[in-house]
């Protein structure tokens, strides 16, 4: 298992205030493996993520969330963090890619606040998420089943509560990615 996510390209879905530590430790993970990211915003240029003191790094934007599409990607990271979710909630191109990559049995990570988005999708029926409470009504009426788990794996897609330990959600990730679905080890 050298690099068995070779050839594989993840986008993250960010704006300002993206939870860093989470996103730095999921993205060196798949490199690690072999996977290129690329992170897709709302915002021009740079995204600066969110740490517990304040602000973080800045990273650059790869491609427009307005010209992105799920087709170019072979999965979908949405990292926690509520600055950046509230950005990413004011443009439809949001619903549109994470529509495409649940509809098309993509693998999709979305993590705390970033879970919360798949209740803009119209593809939440009949799936179960793990998410934070905020979420929970506006799950429940996309027609998920929301779990009081931490993490969650449904098919392709793994969401978790804000509560997460980074550890945790990157080996239950990476077991998605690797099309495992068997979380008893990670969780």
Request: charged share 20%; aromatic share 4%.
């Amino acid at each position: 298992m050298d690099k068995p996510l070779a050839g594989k390209k993840f986008a993250i879905l960010a704006a300002n205030g993206f939870e860093e530590v989470q996103f730095v430790a999921l993205q060196k993970e798949l490199l690690a493996l072999g996977a290129s990211t690329r992170i897709v915003s709302n915002g021009q240029g740079l995204v600066n993520g969110w740490t517990a003191t304040g602000w973080g790094m800045n990273f650059p934007v790869d491609a427009q969330l307005t010209d992105a599409m799920a087709a170019d990607f072979d999965g979908c990271i949405v990292p926690d963090g509520e600055r950046s979710t509230m950005k990413l909630r004011e443009t439809a191109h949001t619903k549109r890619l994470l529509n495409h990559f649940v509809e098309a049995d993509k693998p999709v990570i979305a993590v705390g606040e970033g879970a919360g988005l798949l209740a803009l999708t119209r593809c939440m029926e009949g799936r179960t998420v793990a998410a934070p409470a905020a979420y929970h009504e506006a799950l429940a009426a996309a027609g998920a089943t929301v779990s009081e788990e931490v993490l969650v794996a449904d098919g392709a897609l793994l969401t978790a509560s804000e509560a997460v330990e980074a550890a945790d959600l990157v080996a239950a990730a990476t077991q998605i990615l690797l099309g495992s679905e068997d979380l008893q080890e990670a969780a």
